[in-house]
């Protein structure tokens, strides 16, 4: 089945600072790649995603990239906020009605 | 906006003791999903319902786990005889069939389960 990994598992950034975050996934038969933001004790919820159709997505200060041929995708968040600190988990799925893979998680902190 | 609804917030149950975690979808939505999430790891898949019947389960949905549609608001997740290691917290999550956001399943706030 499908594995996703994650890097880095903790990141710290200072405000204002860019964060990158990078995934792997191992199905090549993934075509839908969502990330979801948890913050502490809290549901996550979807923040952007990515179909395989698509090498680049953005919005705001928010983008994603895929690369479908060497199976990585990664999340760039620019302009860090302090609210931006939370778990950030990428996944992938066969299609968007799917069961969703996640990955470990990234734990962002952004330093005011 | 409308919200996934989860009950309880937390349950906390004796080893070999019935749990049932209550859901209600957001209620146009047809896809409806069982998710866990043990204390510092990743969110873990369990099991997607869609026309009343199970799409698919992963490995950790065995014998002892069902879900459920009773009525036309809620969704269930039954665990027969807890073990210890059945503490986490549950997402329900659930997905329209169609719509500008039919790609995305809106999770519930989940229930932490405590099994002693």
């Known amino acids: 089945g499908e594995n996703v990994e994650q890097h880095p598992s903790t990141l710290s950034v200072q405000e204002g600072d860019s964060a990158v975050i990078k995934c792997t996934y191992s199905?090549?038969?993934?075509?839908?790649f969502p990330w979801y933001k948890q913050e502490l004790g809290k549901r996550p919820q979807l923040i952007i995603d990515?179909?395989?159709?698509?090498g680049e997505k953005k919005d705001q200060r928010i983008a994603v990239t895929l690369n479908k041929t060497a199976k990585h995708f990664s999340l760039h968040i620019t302009e860090t906020q302090p609210e931006d600190s939370a778990v950030y988990f990428c996944?992938?799925?066969?299609?968007?009605?799917?069961?969703?893979?996640f990955g470990p998680g990234t734990s962002l902190s952004v330093i005011p | 906006e409308p919200e996934v609804t989860q009950t309880p917030s937390h349950q906390v149950t004796q080893m070999g003791q019935e749990v049932i975690l209550r859901c209600v979808p957001i209620?146009?939505?047809?896809?409806f999903y069982w998710y866990r999430q043990i204390l510092g790891q990743k969110v873990e898949f369990l099991v997607s319902?869609?026309?009343?019947?199970?799409?698919?389960k992963s490995e950790i949905f065995d014998d002892q786990f069902s879900v459920e549609r009773p009525d036309g608001s809620n969704f269930t997740l039954k665990i027969r005889s807890t073990k210890l290691e059945d503490s986490a917290m549950y997402f329900c999550?659930?997905?329209?069939?169609?719509?500008?956001?039919?790609?995305?399943?809106?999770f519930g706030p989940g229930t932490r389960l405590t099994v002693l």
């Open positions: 996944a992938a799925a066969k299609t968007s009605y799917d069961k969703v893979i």
């Open positions: 199905d090549s038969a993934s075509n839908y």
């Open positions: 990515i179909r395989s159709n698509v």
């Open positions: 319902f869609y026309n009343n019947e199970i799409s698919e």
């Open positions: 999550a659930s997905r329209p069939l169609q719509g500008a956001r039919y790609n995305e399943q809106f």
């Open positions: 209620s146009n939505h047809l896809y």
